[in-house]
């Protein structure tokens, strides 16, 4: 797959292409329905697929503070996408002149003079431009007068409701995992790299890889259930996602995972953790006994839960 950043950067053989657009955070069931009709459409029409991304997403340029936490850091939603078959991203910087750009803007500078798309995949809902005025009946008339087809994909539901990135971080913050697994299609999963702890770890017997996180807020905080993959054997353990508030630290949110039972570095190395089950809420305890005594609780719980399951029958990451 490749990544175009930026419109300055399309050249004359990116022109021609089906294209979709979204924001695609945590890539779930209902984009994975859209990238389906894009392959599709993609084959019939003998032409690359290209979905159109926006970096920042739309809502943490008009509010970084506000925003919801990302299901997925650009990276993840790259490598998801990659996934799903798609020939190319254009990753377009939502910055004050692209907000500006009315609807009919952005159909002449990004969809035709851009990347001239021959046909549109979006969901039923989708709208953009400035203030959000495009919508799909706009689209079809536009696709008439510039000559490209425009289709709406049905919504999918899951019990009734849509599948939505917000409906997936709602499952999170609930610590509902069951519901946020079939909203995705996955379990969710947060990866990065393992960095150097405060080594606090070992004196409360409980070693940590602490996985760097790159991003400010998360979707989830707490005491999980987790797996990981580590030199392709699935592995079971338990992690905290929080501030930490029981040792000093600079505020801002850290994964730790204790792995059961495993006894090699992870320094250096990237982890993909899947989240499976919410043990407990993070807590400040007032003393390093106290936290040394609920960590220690908290990997009897994951040892009771992962007993009897081989590993290899873990439903575990997929890298
Ligand atoms: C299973 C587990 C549960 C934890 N629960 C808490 C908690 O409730 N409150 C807290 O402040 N820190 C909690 N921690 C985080 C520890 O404070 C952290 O792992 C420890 O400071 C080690 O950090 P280091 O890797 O930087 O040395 C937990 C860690 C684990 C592995
Ligand atoms: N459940 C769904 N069924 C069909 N299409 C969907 C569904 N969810 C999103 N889409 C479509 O996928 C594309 C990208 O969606 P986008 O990520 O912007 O929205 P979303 O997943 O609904 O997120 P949010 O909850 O943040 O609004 C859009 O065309 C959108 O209409």
């Known amino acids: 797959m490749q990544l175009v950043r930026g419109l300055h950067n399309l050249r004359p053989q990116h022109r021609g292409c089906v294209a979709t657009i979204g924001n695609f955070d945590g890539v779930h069931r209902g984009h994975q329905a859209i990238l389906a009709r894009l392959r599709e459409r993609a084959a019939e029409l003998a032409l690359p697929s290209c979905v159109v991304i926006f970096e920042p997403q739309p809502r943490e340029f008009f509010g970084p503070e506000t925003a919801p936490a990302r299901l997925t850091r650009l990276r993840d939603k790259l490598a998801l996408l990659a996934a799903e078959g798609v020939d190319r991203v254009l990753c377009l910087s939502f910055n004050p002149h692209l907000r500006e750009l009315s609807a009919a803007e952005f159909v002449r500078a990004v969809l035709v003079e851009g990347l001239d798309v021959r046909h549109l995949e979006v969901g039923d809902d989708f709208r953009f431009g400035c203030d959000r005025v495009g ?106 996602i929080g501030v930490r508030p029981s040792v000093a630290g600079d505020g801002s949110a850290h994964l730790e995972v204790h792995l059961l039972d495993f006894a090699g570095d992870l320094y250096g190395r990237r982890l ?42 873990l439903a575990g990451p997929t890298d």
């Not at 087809?149 to 913050?173: C, I, Y």
């Not at 499976?276 to 994951?302: G, P, T, V």
């Open 135 to 240: 919508d799909f009946a706009f689209l079809q008339q536009a696709g008439e007068r510039e000559g490209f087809s425009v289709e709406a994909a049905a919504t999918v539901e899951l019990d009734g409701l849509r599948v939505s990135s917000t409906r997936v971080r709602k499952a999170l913050a609930a610590g509902d995992f069951a519901l946020a697994e079939h909203l995705l299609g996955r379990p969710f999963q947060i990866a990065g790299r393992v960095l150097h702890g405060q080594k606090l770890g070992r004196q409360l017997d409980a070693p940590t890889a602490n996985v760097q996180l790159k991003r400010k807020r998360v979707p989830l905080s707490g005491v999980y259930l987790v797996s990981t993959v580590v030199d392709g054997q699935p592995w079971p353990g338990v992690a905290n």
């Open 272 to 313: 993909t953790v899947a989240f499976h089950h919410k043990l407990r809420e993070e807590q400040r305890f007032a003393s390093l006994e106290a936290l040394k005594a609920a960590i220690a609780a908290d990997i009897a719980a994951a040892r009771a839960h992962w007993q009897g399951q081989p590993h290899t029958l």
